[in-house]
């Protein structure tokens, strides 16, 4: 089956402890992308990745680092994670033409205590 | 500030009854996506308009792209309650993607 799986899907951690949250695909996408969800706000995008070794930011990347050393995963690091990173995180990926639609994880919970 | 405007924010109607969701923005894209998610889980697409002016029905959703690539609509004839949830439209430029605050639509029996 066709998808994008995020881990752990609910996380709760402490102020300034280094985590990483992971994302893999089975579709042989190039793109790939993270996003975080807050009521009111919607789906704001943190960093995007349009192959391997190449990354950029998004529209809110500050506190985020990411990486892609191959293609099929996509982590998201939070070095030292602040209360303002609780979020609903959700990881997606698309193929080569920008006008197919985005296949999306199911979403990682993350509570910063 | 959103890139894109959804409205209404919130939408609450008796099944049978139709529906119209808006998005807005002031800004050209190559491609308006509309999202449909439930509570828990991800957001998963209904459908992608490309050119402008283009009109995409699956069955009782009915989508629009406006003539400047700038909005969308979404109508939904007859909703029923499994129409239900969080509806997002996403204007797609480059490799970005940027999505609207979202539209909860409930459809009560």
């Known amino acids: 089956e066709a998808q994008v799986t995020q881990n752990p899907r609910y996380l709760i951690t402490v102020t300034g402890k280094k985590l990483t949250v992971t994302c893999s695909q089975n579709m042989n996408h190039e793109y790939m992308s993270w996003y975080r969800q807050d009521p009111g706000l919607g789906l704001r995008q943190i960093y995007y990745?349009?192959?391997?070794?190449?990354?950029d930011k998004g529209d809110v990347p500050e506190g985020y680092k990411v990486s892609r050393k191959e293609k099929r995963n996509f982590p998201l690091i939070l070095e030292s994670p602040s209360p303002n990173q609780t979020s609903l995180y959700f990881c997606a990926s698309r193929g080569d033409e920008g006008r197919y639609g985005y296949t999306f994880g199911s979403g990682t919970r993350l509570t910063v205590v | 500030t959103q890139l894109l405007e959804q409205s209404p924010q919130f939408l609450s109607i008796q099944e049978g009854e139709n529906l119209t969701v808006y998005c807005n923005s002031s800004s050209v894209f190559s491609s308006l996506q509309w999202y449909r998610q439930e509570p828990g889980e991800g957001p998963v697409l209904l459908v992608t308009v490309v050119t402008g002016g283009e009109v995409k029905k699956l069955k009782r959703l009915t989508f629009q792209f406006g003539d400047a690539r700038k909005d969308s609509s979404l109508h939904i004839t007859a909703a029923q309650p499994g129409d239900t949830g969080l509806y997002l439209c996403?204007?797609?430029?480059?490799?970005?993607?940027?999505f609207g605050a979202g539209t909860t639509v409930t459809v009560r029996a």
């Open positions: 996403a204007g797609a430029r480059d490799y970005k993607l940027s």
């Open positions: 990745s349009m192959n391997v070794e190449v990354t």
